[in-house]
């Protein structure tokens, strides 16, 4: 990437024509992408598009076979979830891995809990993790009503904000959002949005997957349309309108096609 003043920076992650096959499927083939820091990735596509598999590549599930994967300019091929997190690699998916009946600032960090005292004296830091908690989602703009309330009690667009911010205060550089928004209301998808525009702004690179454009453009940088596997279209904020990516997405020229068949038949 080529900054303002001329600078060129090397992506924090970049997808050179990667292909996954799994015996004779295709499920992702010639797959080019690139996420910088403080700029926002959409990759759009329906169901059985690839985008769950482009996740699971760039998050260290699944390894792919062909194409480059880089990482701030490193050739990689990963090999775990844990090997994504290390580089600064965090994925947050629809289904949030969270145990609901816990309170708030213990799913922040679950699987990360500091402790205090030593042997058969030591235990969890209480204390330390609330304070923590509570600043880490007030620096993201998140002011909760109490962290100590269960995770389950939250909005779904609470609990994908939570999982953003536990995200930024564990060094994520590269944040990948499995379609935060499918499941909630207008004003909710609206809440996490701003979330999402809050770690770009805090310098993270964000990968946002998404069938919706219209959540996409509002957000976004760069666009990447996948369609059966394949990507189909590529575009910049500045080179493509809301309305010509809804068109790509919702099919181009097959929703002419459709669009002429169905008045056909009205009119018979």
Known sequence: MTTADGTITTPLVE?????????????????????????????????????STLIKIVAGLHRHDAGAFRIEGEEVSLASPREALDRGIATVYQDLAVVPLMPVWRNFFLGSEPTRGKGPFKRLDVERMRGTTRAALLRMGIDLRDVDQPIGTLSGGERQ???????????????????????????????????????????????????NPHHAHLVG?????LKRGTMVASHTRDSVTLDELTRQMAGGTELDDLRHELERDASS
């Open 15 to 51: 997808l050179d024509g990667v292909s996954k096959y799994y015996g004779n499927i295709r499920a992702l083939e010639g797959v080019s992408l690139e996420v910088d820091a403080g700029d926002v990735t959409c990759v759009l596509g329906d169901n059985g598009a690839g985008k």
């Open 221 to 225: 940088d760069r666009f990447v349309l």
């Open 161 to 211: 904000c939570v999982a953003i911010a536990r995200a930024v205060h564990f060094g994520a550089k590269v944040l990948v959002l499995d379609e935060p928004t499918a499941a909630l209301g207008v004003k909710q998808s609206g809440v996490v949005l701003k979330y999402v525009a809050a770690a770009r702004d805090a310098g993270l690179g964000v990968v946002l997957i998404t069938h």
